[in-house]
Every structure is written in C-alpha cells, then in structure tokens.
C-alpha cells in the first residue's frame, strides 16, 4: 500500500493509495467561486464522486492558510468516502500562487472506471435478490453476503486484481476487491459498513467493518476464504469479531468505530 511519494517543486506532491460509497451529493460552489478551504474540500468530494480525472480549480482564499492544509484538506476529501479511497489509485496536485490568486491542479488515477463502476452497482443490484430475503435479520443478510463473496471468489494470487469490478468479471481479487464489494453489497442491501486498512504482520491488508443492529463488528471475507480456492468451503475465523479478538493477528492505527461487542454466541448461532 503506498504512502506519500515525493515532493517537487514548491507546493507539488504525489500521493499515492491503494485505499474505496455510498456519499451524498453537497450543495458548493462553482470552482471558480471558492473563497474558504470548506467550499474547497466539498469540491473535491463531489468531483472525486463524478470522477474527475483532471481538475482546475481557482480559489480566492487565504492563500497561506491554503499553502498550510492543502495536504490535509486532500486527504480528508479523498477519504470522505471509503468506496471512492480505495478505487483511488494516486493523485498528483500543484497550487500556483499569484498576487490575491490562486490556482489548484488536480489530476487523479483511478483503479475503477465509471463505467466499471456502473456495472458493478448494477449487477449488485440484480444479484443480491437471489442472495438475500426482506425477512431477513441484518446479521443473516450480513452472513449471506459474506458467504456468497467468500463461495464466489478466490483471491488473485498474481496480486493484479484490486476492485469490486475485477472481482465480479474474473472471481478473483485481491484483500482490497474483496472489502470493495463487500462494502457495494452490504451498502445495496442498506447495512453500513466500513473499509479498515492496517496489517497482518508485514502485509498491508484491507478488510470491512459492519454496523448490525448500532454495533460494530470486524468483518473479513479475505481470511474467511481458503487459499487455495476451496470450492464450497467458507471459514468463519474472522467472521463478526471485535477489536479485542482481531487484534491477536490484524493490526490498524486509524481511528475507526470501535467493535466492542462479543457477540460471537449470536454470530454462531446463524453459522450452519
């Protein structure tokens, strides 16, 4: 997973990530109207949400204040949103200063295109029917769609495959394609859900947090997948565990929601 690349010239900086949905849409202004770095960020987001490849965009604020948090700013705008963060594959920005203006350019690359990204919503939404039941509690539709995922794919061994996208075409994805459409489905299917990055002793790794019931839960469909592929076989080692009991192997330093609850009596009782 790569970090902060380099810096060149004098406000130039290429972030790259290998970070990933459902934002709602803010009311901003035109990009050649923005005068605080809030209007700013909520720009980016929205572009981000369209995604933009290339943005040109002229700001009349503070120009020190902005020299001091435009790192930061972007970060928080690329990581508004978990899916569109972990479709991001780097970005390059350059902020040019001049009397009382400014002017920012933004290039991003992307993992997932739009059209991929339509595809995947859409074929999300023709098969979680036959997945998942309204009667269903959230903790069995939860079950389900983690074990759909889990019988459906195998993890990509050739380390190429990254996205929800490539999971669905191929059936093969690495730890990010596999949190990517768990958090399409379980987001389609209305639970909230997150995308967690940390490690698994020296690996960079990337799984999901869930929302059940207003408690959080760890959730990873990549360990719950035997590799090699088994056909017809799901694990359910690390399947609704808190932080406590993730922790033995999986670490992160992040700030996300805590997963508190033992429920795993609960968790069990839905496994057969």
């Given at each position: 997973?790569?970090r902060?690349?380099?810096i060149m010239?004098?406000?130039?900086?290429?972030?790259?990530?290998?970070?990933?949905s459902?934002?709602?849409?803010?009311?901003?202004k035109?990009?050649?109207?923005l005068?605080t770095?809030?209007e700013?960020?909520?720009?980016?987001k929205?572009?981000?949400?369209?995604?933009k490849?290339?943005m040109n965009?002229?700001?009349s604020?503070?120009k020190d204040?902005?020299?001091?948090?435009?790192a930061?700013l972007l970060k928080?705008?690329?990581?508004a949103?978990?899916?569109?963060a972990?479709?991001?594959d780097?970005?390059l920005?350059?902020v040019?200063?001049?009397?009382?203006?400014a002017n920012i350019?933004l290039t991003?690359?992307?993992?997932?295109?739009?059209?991929?990204?339509?595809?995947v919503?859409?074929?999300v939404?023709d098969?979680?029917?036959?997945?998942?039941?309204?009667?269903?509690?959230?903790?069995?539709?939860?079950?389900?769609?983690?074990d759909?995922?889990v019988?459906?794919?195998?993890y990509?061994e050739?380390?190429?495959?990254y996205?929800?996208y490539e999971a669905l075409?191929?059936?093969?994805a690495?730890?990010?394609?596999?949190?990517?459409l768990?958090?399409r489905?379980?987001?389609?299917?209305?639970i909230e859900?997150?995308?967690?990055?940390?490690?698994v002793?020296e690996?960079?790794?990337?799984?999901n947090?869930?929302?059940?019931d207003?408690?959080?839960?760890?959730?990873?469909?990549t360990?719950?997948?035997?590799?090699?592929?088994?056909?017809?076989?799901?694990?359910?080692?690390y399947f609704?565990?808190t932080?406590?009991?993730m922790?033995i192997?999986?670490?992160?330093v992040?700030?996300?929601p805590?997963?508190?609850t033992?429920?795993?009596?609960?968790?069990?009782?839905?496994?057969?």
């Amino acid at each position: 997973m790569n970090r902060l690349s380099s810096i060149m010239g004098v406000i130039i900086i290429l972030l790259t990530f290998v970070l990933g949905s459902d934002f709602s849409f803010t009311k901003v202004k035109a990009a050649s109207d923005l005068s605080t770095l809030g209007e700013l960020k909520d720009h980016v987001k929205q572009q981000l949400l369209l995604q933009k490849t290339e943005m040109n965009i002229d700001y009349s604020g503070n120009k020190d204040e902005l020299s001091a948090h435009i790192a930061s700013l972007l970060k928080e705008a690329f990581e508004a949103d978990d899916y569109t963060a972990y479709i991001v594959d780097s970005y390059l920005y350059a902020v040019h200063t001049w009397g009382g203006d400014a002017n920012i350019k933004l290039t991003v690359k992307y993992r997932e295109t739009p059209e991929q990204k339509l595809i995947v919503q859409e074929k999300v939404r023709d098969l979680l029917p036959d997945i998942i039941q309204p009667s269903m509690s959230q903790r069995e539709k939860v079950k389900a769609i983690h074990d759909w995922i889990v019988l459906h794919l195998a993890y990509d061994e050739s380390l190429q495959r990254y996205t929800a996208y490539e999971a669905l075409e191929y059936g093969q994805a690495v730890c990010q394609g596999y949190a990517l459409l768990l958090y399409r489905m379980l987001s389609s299917a209305g639970i909230e859900s997150r995308m967690i990055e940390g490690k698994v002793g020296e690996i960079s790794h990337v799984w999901n947090l869930v929302n059940i019931d207003s408690d959080w839960y760890h959730l990873d469909a990549t360990w719950d997948d035997p590799t090699p592929d088994q056909a017809g076989v799901v694990s359910y080692n690390y399947f609704l565990k808190t932080d406590a009991q993730m922790r033995i192997d999986h670490q992160w330093v992040k700030r996300y929601p805590a997963a508190v609850t033992n429920d795993s009596a609960a968790a069990a009782s839905n496994i057969s």
